[in-house]
């Protein structure tokens, strides 16, 4: 049981856009902010967002992060069939004094 | 440029420990917390704990206390992670990454495979 909570799995078909969501609590979203990696099959992680929406040099604009409350979001606009991955939230908890990560979302581009 | 790179796969039997180096280059090392995270086979990410190379200082997540040690080598940039008494579901793929402010993730090591089997 994750501390963060995506949904299982997303899909979309080229060109769409797909959100997918992060729910945290006033531990860890709430007062911290959430970063978004991406990782493909047999590979590390990736960094995608940090700081809730910030992009590192290299990603494109296509993918965005934002966050309201105790909830993240990441939005991949375009979508695009290498955008076939999956894709973890996480984010501090100071309550656990400890990163806390989201189960994962799979994102199908159909 | 930056590079993470960690000891190779390990088999171990039950009740063993796991030893995984993570050695470093293109950045000052002491300036990073280095972060483990793992992840078991068709399972999602897990953090481990940190270490700050400058201090020597931990934190570990409550899961792993009393049988993980994470431990740093200013003089050759590497950090090391023990976990004792492995059992069945430490299975998994160990990564160690870069803290970057702000709490990002910005470079990881290429993982390391310990597998546990009797």
């Known amino acids: 049981q994750s501390v963060l909570t995506q949904p299982p799995s997303a899909s979309g078909t080229p060109g769409q856009r797909v959100i997918i969501s992060c729910s945290g609590s006033d531990s860890n979203i709430g007062i911290n902010t959430a970063n978004w990696y991406q990782q493909l099959p047999g590979t590390a992680p990736k960094l995608l967002i940090y700081r809730n929406n910030q992009r590192p040099s290299g990603v494109p604009d296509r993918f965005s992060g934002s966050k309201s409350g105790t909830s993240a979001s990441l939005a991949i606009s375009g979508l695009q069939s290498e955008d076939e991955a999956d894709y973890y939230c996480?984010?501090?908890?100071?309550?656990?004094?400890?990163?806390?990560f989201g189960g994962g979302t799979k994102l199908t581009v159909i | 440029q930056v590079q993470m790179v960690q000891s190779g796969a390990e088999m171990k039997k039950p009740g063993a420990s796991l030893n995984v180096s993570c050695k470093t280059s293109g950045f000052p090392f002491t300036g990073y917390h280095i972060h483990w995270i793992r992840q078991a086979p068709g399972q999602g990410l897990e953090w481990l704990g940190r270490?700050?190379?400058?201090?020597?200082?931990?934190d570990y997540s409550q899961k792993f206390q009393g049988r993980i040690t994470m431990t740093r080598d200013t003089s050759i940039s590497t950090a090391y992670v023990e976990l004792t008494r492995l059992g069945f579901d430490d299975t998994a793929v160990y990564y160690c990454?870069?803290?970057?402010?702000?709490?990002?993730?910005?470079?990881w090591g290429q993982g390391t495979l310990v597998a546990v089997s009797s």
């Open positions: 990454t870069r803290d970057s402010p702000a709490g990002r993730f910005d470079h």
């Open positions: 270490i700050s190379p400058n201090s020597g200082d931990t």
């Open positions: 996480a984010a501090w908890d100071d309550g656990l004094t400890g990163v806390v």
